[in-house]
Nanobody, 114 residues
Framework: QVQLVESGGGLVQAGGSLRLSCVASGISVRVNTMAWYRQAPGKRRELAALIGGDGSTRYVDSVKGRFTISRDNANDAVYLQMNSLKPEDTAVYYC????????WGQGTQVTVSS
């Protein structure tokens, strides 16, 4: 059974930083594409960042240069370091394993105040 458990969300002022963590069980983060999605109030869920099995990364334009996705293969964890946060980054952030039909975590709320 695959489980993805996110943590690290919270309330931060604009310009601040947060680090999201996603611990996976039942699936290897090393060989699968892992991603962070986000969904802001009233908006569709969007891909924020992903890391492929080969280590390649991709980011949505709005977070390039501010967010960094990484993984810890030994502990089956994926991280999203978010710097220079803006109010428009406010959303529920979801960890996802893009294998088959996909697996999703429960989400963690990030709120950036102006």
């Amino acid at each position: 059974q695959v489980q993805l458990v996110e943590s690290g969300g919270g309330l931060v002022q604009a310009g601040g930083s947060l680090r999201l963590s996603c611990v996976a069980s039942g699936i290897s983060v090393r060989v699968n594409t892992m991603a962070w999605y986000r969904q802001a109030p009233g908006k569709r869920r969007e891909l924020a960042a992903l890391i492929g099995g080969d280590g390649s990364t991709r980011y949505v334009d709005s977070v390039k240069g501010r967010f960094t996705i990484s993984r810890d293969n030994a502990n089956d964890a994926v991280y999203l370091q978010m710097n220079s946060l803006k109010p428009e980054d406010t959303a529920v952030y979801y960890c996802a394993a893009l294998k088959g039909t996909g697996y999703w975590g429960q989400g963690t709320q990030v709120t950036v105040s102006s």
